[in-house]
């Protein structure tokens, strides 16, 4: 391995060699190298980067033909900023070293004739700067190396706990990734805008990464929820339906053969007619994701349809739970299964929150937790309201809601217009739910048109 030099500049050969000569017996670990004028100097830095050399400390005298010191240290700061640079000489001026001090960083002045043991003292202190500074150097690029690898790390394990969520449920698949998208660009967006109460916000770039894991992150709650209710496609389960089938099937042949014996009531005759019409009915609004008003009490009057089962045991035609799952007005939760479904956001924190994130990373389980949350207080888990919610969290909330009705692979519902789930968020922000001023950059910038085609 090179030693690192020490470069002497003098157009005195005398006062060159006499320091050369004084270092060489002070200093270990370093060449001492010299030369007789600016040019000379410049040109032996020039071979000594070629043939990556290390140029420790430079120590040049004021008054030269050609470039004074304060110029040669000037030009050698620009090539190689780390060296330490010392002037030397008894005819210095206060601009000269003014000059020195702005353009090359000067690190002492030293006058002639000098002090041997102020020179040897000086030149020891410096080389400790320099080797201090050249660790600090090395701890850094370490550092760097270091943080790109726990990034790639941290990508690789959030990457991993994604492909996770979308293994459990099938049925939002890919939401997570178009979200993190659509969160990222929005950061970005908001970093640019020039009007509104975000005109002055700047997100840094870890910001911006805390975001994105956020949003990657936010529904990997849906781990601790049943695979049954998370992925439940319709009211009743299609196992569901065809018990009621059975069921009914097995009152139609009950009836037909009471009729055929002649045993059958007038009201028993008026059930077989409808009971087709009815079965076909119950699978209908099974299978849908709303019912009116009036079909909920079409519903209740079929469920209180009594019959004998085979063991003559008195039943009704629909179980209480059947009925609570068909008369859901809309979607195809019960209300005990949307809390459920709701506690997600509590096993998305609690998970978070044990992963040992970074600092800049530490809100990363706050934000994804909250994403239901709403301005007004009226979102879950925790109720909280505008004061309490972060700008990344405000973000979230409207990105999720948007990215839900707007997306394309969803086997249960159709996927909504642009415009209609505009709409329906435009509404929400009229009532205190969402950010009003994030909106109007969502809509304004057009972020919104991320949408589909930019996704894979």
Request: hydrophobic share 35%; proline share 2%.
């Amino acid at each position: 391995m090179k030693k690192p030099v020490i470069l002497c500049i003098d157009d005195e050969n005398i006062v060159l060699n006499s320091l050369k000569e004084q270092l060489k017996k002070a200093i270990n670990g370093c060449d001492i190298e010299i030369a007789e004028s600016g040019a000379e100097a410049l040109e032996f830095i020039d071979e000594l980067l070629e043939d990556n050399g290390e140029l420790s400390i430079v120590i040049s005298d004021y008054i030269m033909p050609g470039m004074k010191g304060d110029e040669v240290l000037s030009q050698i700061h620009k090539n190689i900023p780390k060296a330490i640079k010392i002037l030397l000489t008894g005819q210095a001026t206060t601009d000269g070293i003014t000059n020195s001090v702005n353009n090359a960083n000067l690190y002492r002045y030293i006058a002639k004739p000098w002090e041997e043991s102020d020179l040897f003292l000086t030149i020891n202190e410096a080389l400790k700067s320099y080797n201090m500074e050249r660790k600090l150097e090395e701890q850094n690029i370490s550092l760097e190396l270091y943080n790109k690898e726990l990034i790639s790390f941290t990508d690789a394990i959030v990457e991993t706990m994604v492909a996770s969520i979308d293994t459990r449920d099938t049925t939002t698949a890919g939401h997570s990734k178009r979200l993190a998208q659509y969160a990222v660009k929005l950061a970005e967006t908001i970093n640019n805008v020039n009007y509104g109460k975000y005109k002055d916000f700047k997100f840094t770039q870890e910001q911006i990464n805390e975001l994105r894991y956020a949003a990657l992150l936010h529904d990997i709650g849906k781990i601790g929820v049943k695979e049954s209710i998370l992925q439940k496609e319709f009211r009743l389960s299609v196992e569901n339906q065809n018990e009621i089938k059975v069921r009914f099937a097995y009152l139609k042949k009950c009836l037909e053969l009471k009729k055929v014996k002649e045993e059958i009531s007038d009201e028993e005759i008026n059930l077989l007619y409808n009971l087709d019409e009815n079965l076909k009915f119950v699978i209908e609004i099974s299978r849908r994701g709303y019912v009116l008003k009036e079909e909920i009490d079409k519903i209740q009057h079929i469920a209180e349809i009594q019959y004998f089962d085979e063991e003559n045991t008195k039943c009704n035609l629909l179980s209480n739970l059947e009925v609570e799952n068909l008369i859901i007005p809309r979607g195809n939760l019960t209300n005990s299964e949307r809390e459920i479904i709701n506690s997600h956001v509590v096993h998305t924190y609690n998970i978070l929150n044990k992963i040992p994130w970074t600092k800049e990373l530490e809100r990363v389980p706050y934000i994804a937790a909250s994403h239901h949350e709403r301005l007004d207080g009226t979102g879950y888990s925790n109720g909280i309201k505008e004061e309490q919610l972060t700008v990344q969290t405000r973000i979230l909330n409207i990105l999720d809601v948007f990215e839900a009705l707007t997306a394309i692979d969803r086997s249960y519902k159709p996927s909504m217009s642009i415009e209609k789930a505009l709409k329906i968020i435009e509404d929400d922000v009229f009532a205190g739910k969402f950010d009003k001023d994030l909106y109007e950059i969502f809509i304004n910038e057009k972020v919104y048109n991320l949408h589909r085609n930019t996704f894979n």
